[in-house]
């Protein structure tokens, strides 16, 4: 009979914190059961599963400042490593951080990295960065292994190898409601649309490159032309004046 656990269960498993690790401690024979859309949060590392998520134990998941499997990139001091892989994860994962553990990395350009067991995987589309509250949010993830978890720096920034024209770019558009990018697929152009104010813009193909940035210093809406790039998928990624950045992968027909 599966057991349904909640943290007023101490004796099945044990959130821990010692001068170098902290996390929780799931014991064999024993699982936690994650409702959908439910965030289940530890030590500043949230879950939020799309359908029920089910944690089976023996496991331990644990906070540490350096990688267990080698990163070739840039990555702040809060890797969560899991004692054994959990498959199947899909949702949502919030990562918090604190200033400190940065190294160095602008807060724009980190990217939420899972080791499966196999290699390091960056996720950089449905991304939210606040970096006023000192997160990073990543969406829709479908089928993930989750071995180790931290941030690291996104893809260095190239020379532009393509440009983009801007048409119209009103600051007195009626308010909208959240954030969205249309049509997609498109052909000729994409529409950008905010209910905050836009910082910037920049747009990468699917390798990671740069192709074009632009400042736009307050707009809520911007028209971005898609005339010179070939077929394929891009991402745009949309800093906001509020420090946050928000990132969405669109085809180019």
Do not use: C
């Not at 702040?76 to 990562?95: D, E, M």
């Not at 390091?120 to 449905?126: F, L, R």
């Not at 736009?216 to 005339?227: A, E, P």
């Amino acid at each position: 009979m599966t057991k349904l656990l909640s943290v007023i269960a101490p004796l099945l498993f044990t959130f821990f914190q010692a001068s170098a690790q902290s996390g929780i401690s799931i014991n064999s024979g024993t699982q936690i059961y994650i409702s959908a859309q439910t965030e289940f949060s530890v030590d500043s590392l949230g879950l939020k599963p799309s359908a029920p998520f089910i944690l089976t134990g023996a496991n331990m998941l644990t906070r540490n400042t350096a990688a267990g499997f080698a990163l070739s990139k840039p990555y702040i001091k809060r890797v969560f490593k899991l004692a054994n892989k959990v498959t199947a994860f899909s949702g949502t994962i919030s990562f918090y951080y604190r200033d400190a553990e940065l190294n160095s990395i602008a807060e724009t350009d980190l990217a939420l990295h899972v080791y499966n067991g196999t290699a390091w995987t960056p996720y950089t589309s449905n991304v939210t960065r606040d970096a006023a509250k000192n997160f990073v949010t990543v969406a829709n993830l479908s089928n993930v292994s989750l071995s180790e978890i931290t941030l690291a720096k996104g893809t260095a920034l190239k020379a532009a190898t393509a440009s983009f024209t801007e048409f119209a770019s009103p600051k007195a558009l009626p308010s909208t409601t959240g954030f969205s990018v249309f049509p997609n697929p498109a052909r000729d152009h994409i529409i950008i649309k905010s209910a905050a104010a836009i910082k910037a813009i920049s747009l990468y193909n699917a390798s990671g490159t740069l192709i074009s940035a632009r400042a736009l210093g307050g707009t809520l809406q911007h028209i971005l032309s898609l005339q010179n790039l070939v077929a394929g998928m891009y991402t745009v990624q949309v800093l906001l004046e509020d420090g946050k950045s928000i990132n969405s992968t669109i085809i180019k027909l």
